[in-house]
Structures are given as structure tokens and as C-alpha cells.
């Protein structure tokens, strides 16, 4: 069914939906709002396949060795298992993969900067990174381009009426369509909050997820939302602002990322720093000086993984191609 209209979690109300938009059938979970698309780069099931295309394809990087998808692994709700990145060329990042579990809804990319405000833009930030190198885009833009041109009926029907559909300019707009699509909401938490079946959390989930709405625990100050992040924009909603945060665990101020899928994307924080999960909640424990004893930390975990979406991991619309 083509989703024209989705129920916004945290009001906002109804989204107006541009007609051209009406042919993408973006699957919303219940209780999730539209995504919002940017003026110049609207949803289309052609725009999509494309992405996925080349969200998968290696002849994106300079050299030829490295896809979007080798950093972001579905299995992992794309992300990577790495503690930080590592670029085209082998040089090691200082910043872990984030999950690009519903992306399309983040109010900002990247993260420890606020600058980067759209999918579109963030799809530039690893083709042309220098320091350090990711896709290394940079300075190879017309060998890169010269090589989707054996694709560019897919460009055409992706971006038709332009002269020279084949862009790296267009590249980004395509990868920031498949992206913005992938959207996660079928875990046992909302099989629970908006599917009724309250037998879809363990009595250990139950007992987490009581606690991390508390101020005792404090989670949720932080993770908020449908999404369970920092601020979130979506059709209806677009005037967030969006800030940084002090973590009070690996210091510095930094975007508070989904927990959607989070028992998949170990290891842990900007840095990938802290191996597992129960150490993430031992380390948030000490450091704000919480009152949680061993019991309630393991309920604290069990709803955290309460978030896994294992349809997203094995969608095979999100899949190579």
C-alpha cells in the first residue's frame, strides 16, 4: 500500500504530501511520520533503486575497493562492528560508523558537528573527505562519473528531463533516497506500544523499559521520541534545531544517536570505545552516579534489546541488488 499520510509520535499533526511523492511507497511502520524529503530531490521508487544500486557499488570509491555498504552492513543495521571507520585507501577514522537505522528522520548528520542538515550532504562528507580519505571522491570526480555512464538509463528515469542525468551531484541525491528509506520500526518495543501485544517484551524488557522512562535512570532525557534520539525532523515537523551533547562518559559534546538496533552495532560510542552493551550502562551508572543495582541493569539491557528489528536486518528491499 503507497503511504500518502502517517500518525506523527510527539504531535505535529498530519503531513501534507506533495503528489509527486505518491508514488513511493515507503512501508511506515505504524505510528511513524512521513520522512521529509528535500524541494529539489523528492521520493521515487526509480531515485531508490538507483541508490541502492550504488550504495553497493565499490566503482564509487576512487580505487575502486570500497562501497557505502562495506562501512554500513545491513546485518549490522548498517553499521560496521569496527570501533572506527576505516577508509579506501586503509586509513583508520577517529569516529565509529553510526547505524543509518532511520536516518532519513535525524535533524542533523555527523558526529560532533550540526552543520550537516541534510542526507544529501551527508552523502558528500565520505566521497570527498580528506582527512582522513573515505571514498576519496576528491580530484576523481570525472573518472568516477565516466564510470556510471553504462548506467545512465537508470539515471534517466531517476532524474528525467535533465541533459546530463550522470552527476556526482545526482550520485548524492539517489544514495540520499535509498537512505532516507531505510526506516525501521517492527521490534518487539513497537510490536508492544503500537501493535497491542503485550506479550512481545520479556518481564525483564518490561521492567528496563518502566526504568529508562524514569528520572532515576535518566535515559530517555537524551533518547527521545519515536526514534528514541536527539531531535528528529519529518513531513509536518521540519523546524528542529539540533544540538550537541555532553556524554559524560568519553567526553566532548556529540549527536545523541538512535538506540534503534543498538544490541547490533557494537562496538559503542564516537569513538567505539566500550565493547558491549552492559558496559554502556555500567559506564553511564558511575559517571552520572546512578542508583541501579545489577538486577536493574539487566533489565535496562533486556529493553534495549527490545529495540532489535530483526525484519530490518534481513529486508531484502535494503539488500545488494
Partial sequence: MVIVAAACSGGGGSPAVAPSELRFDWRLPAGFPLPLTEPDNLQTPAKFALGRRLFYDRRLSANGTQACADCHQQSRAFSDGRPTAV??????????????????????????????????????????????????????????????????????????????????????????????????????????????????????????????????AG???????????????????????????????TGGAFRVPTLRNIELTAPYMHDGSIATLDEVIERYVVARKLTLDAGERADLAEFLRSLTDKEFVSDARFGAP
Avoid at 150 to 160: L, N, Q, T, W
Avoid at 220 to 249: D, I, M
Fill in 219 to 249: 535515559c530517555s532525557e537524551c533518547h527521545q521520541g519515536f526514534n528514541f534520539s536527539g531531535e528528529s525532523r519529518y513531513a509536518g515537523h521540519s523546524k528542529t534545531t539540533p544540538v550537541l551533547v555532553r556524554n559524560g562518559v
Fill in 87 to 216: 577508509g579506501s585507501t586503509g586509513q583508520h577514522h577517529t569516529r565509529n560508523a553510526m547505524t543509518l537505522t532511520n536516518a532519513g528522520y535525524n535533524a542533523s548528520y555527523t558526529w560532533d558537528s550540526t552543520r550537516v542538515r541534510s542526507l544529501e550532504a551527508q552523502a558528500i562528507v565520505p566521497m570527498f573527505n580528506t582527512h582522513p580519505i573515505e571514498l576519496g571522491v576528491s580530484g576523481h570526480e570525472a573518472e568516477i562519473v565516466a564510470r556510471f555512464r553504462g548506467d545512465a538509463a537508470m539515471f534517466r528515469d531517476a532524474f528525467p528531463g535533465e541533459r546530463q542525468p550522470v552527476s556526482i551531484r545526482n550520485i548524492a541525491k539517489a544514495l540520499a533516497s535509498f537512505e532516507r528509506a531505510l526506516i525501521s520500526g517492527h521490534s518487539p518495543y513497537d510490536r508492544l506500544v503500537y501493535g497491542g501485544e503485550e506479550n512481545a517484551l520479556s518481564p525483564s524488557a518490561w521492567r528496563g523499559m518502566r526504568l529508562f522512562f524514569t528520572k532515576r
